[in-house]
């Protein structure tokens, strides 16, 4: 494979045909389960796929048994393509599942609930073809000793999600689906095409938004760490950004009246208090937007598929036009 400027050399390691071909029935997502997940209907032929930590893999035929990164297991389900497990950030407060993260997913079996966490003897268990991991400006969702335990039985394959651009990822993430067997990418991404066009419309007649993760001493206010975010600055919302940080900027509650915004739109992830949690707070009292009720949720790390940005886009416009 050529080498393009400014990217890593791929090593190609090539792969026999996927195992297992009977059909196995996948128990909807439970905290702790490790039974086997689906084995999928997918296209004949050989199949190739290159990652963005230089590694090109070729199988003699399309992996079936999956295991990914929560992201990658919620993207892919949106398309109709099953995992067989999922690990990441799963699990909420008091071990229920966590839907802001998992989006509709609701067939796999649960192998790590944690950053760097799965369970290698049960991920070895379901006899996976592939897992499929997400970098965050490089860095895997899997401690480094986890990774190396897993990459013994089964082959890694990594793909950026933060440093990359919201389209990009986008575009990546369904090539991906459709050459695991999805349908519809296109109907998806007319989706998101037209939510695109009806937000960067309400944007122009915007007034400040203001992204947060609410904590029991303060707030965090979003940086453009976030793709989602800078998605929403290239389509002309006019966000409220502070100067300091990479994902947020800490601010006490006594400091938190010092980015002043119409619209207030709170992290809906199980890692943020809710709007309900402060409710009685003085200084939450005091915020505009909770004022004028306009407060909103946001997803900083929804699946990367087109009809899940298309969500995003949709329910940010339609808050703004509120």
């Known amino acids: 494979m050529a080498r393009g400027a400014g990217k890593p050399a791929r090593r190609t390691v090539l792969f026999g045909a996927v195992a297992a071909t009977a059909a196995v029935v996948a128990p909807r997502l439970s905290p702790g389960s490790a039974a086997a997940g689906p084995v999928r209907e997918a296209p004949p032929g050989p199949w190739t796929i290159a990652d963005d930590a230089g590694l090109r893999l070729e199988f003699s035929s399309v992996p079936r048994r999956i295991i990914a990164y929560v992201t990658v297991a919620s993207t892919l389900h949106d398309y109709g393509v099953d995992v067989a497990g999922v690990y990441g950030g799963v699990l909420a407060q008091g071990r229920k599942?966590?839907?802001?993260?998992?989006?509709?997913?609701?067939?796999?079996?649960?192998?790590?609930?944690?950053?760097?966490?799965?369970?290698?003897?049960?991920?070895?268990?379901?006899?996976?073809?592939?897992?499929?991991?997400?970098?965050?400006?490089?860095?895997?969702?899997?401690?480094?000793?986890?990774?190396?335990?897993?990459?013994?039985?089964?082959?890694?394959?990594?793909?950026?999600?933060?440093?990359?651009?919201?389209?990009?990822?986008?575009h990546r993430f369904g090539d991906l689906a459709a050459s695991l067997g999805a349908s519809g990418v296109a109907a998806q991404r007319a989706e998101y095409l037209r939510a695109s066009a009806e937000l960067r419309a309400v944007a122009r007649r915007t007034?400040?938004?203001?992204?947060?993760?609410?904590?029991?001493?303060?707030?965090?206010?979003?940086?453009?760490?976030?793709?989602?975010?800078?998605?929403?600055?290239?389509?002309?919302?006019?966000?409220?950004?502070?100067?300091?940080?990479?994902?947020?900027?800490?601010?006490?509650?006594?400091?938190?009246?010092?980015?002043?915004?119409?619209?207030?739109?709170?992290?809906?992830?199980?890692?943020?208090?809710?709007?309900?949690?402060?409710?009685?707070?003085?200084?939450?009292?005091?915020?505009?937007?909770?004022?004028?009720?306009?407060?909103?949720?946001?997803?900083?790390?929804?699946?990367?598929?087109?009809?899940?940005?298309?969500?995003?886009?949709?329910?940010?416009?339609?808050?703004?036009?509120?």
């Open 97 to 170: 599942l966590d839907r802001a993260t998992l989006g509709s997913l609701d067939r796999a079996a649960v192998l790590g609930s944690a950053w760097g966490q799965l369970n290698v003897e049960r991920a070895g268990a379901l006899r996976p073809d592939l897992v499929l991991d997400s970098l965050q400006y490089g860095l895997s969702q899997l401690d480094p000793g986890v990774g190396a335990q897993v990459r013994k039985f089964c082959p890694v394959a990594s793909f950026e999600s933060y440093a990359a651009e919201l389209p990009d990822s986008l």
């Open 207 to 322: 007034p400040r938004v203001l992204f947060v993760s609410i904590d029991p001493d303060g707030i965090r206010i979003a940086r453009t760490g976030w793709p989602l975010l800078r998605e929403y600055l290239a389509l002309g919302v006019p966000v409220v950004l502070p100067p300091g940080g990479k994902y947020a900027l800490k601010l006490s509650w006594e400091n938190s009246l010092r980015y002043p915004a119409d619209v207030l739109m709170v992290d809906a992830r199980s890692t943020s208090l809710q709007p309900a949690d402060v409710a009685g707070h003085p200084f939450w009292q005091r915020q505009e937007a909770v004022r004028t009720g306009r407060v909103y949720p946001w997803q900083p790390e929804p699946p990367l598929s087109y009809r899940a940005a298309a969500v995003q886009l949709t329910g940010l416009a339609r808050a703004l036009a509120g």
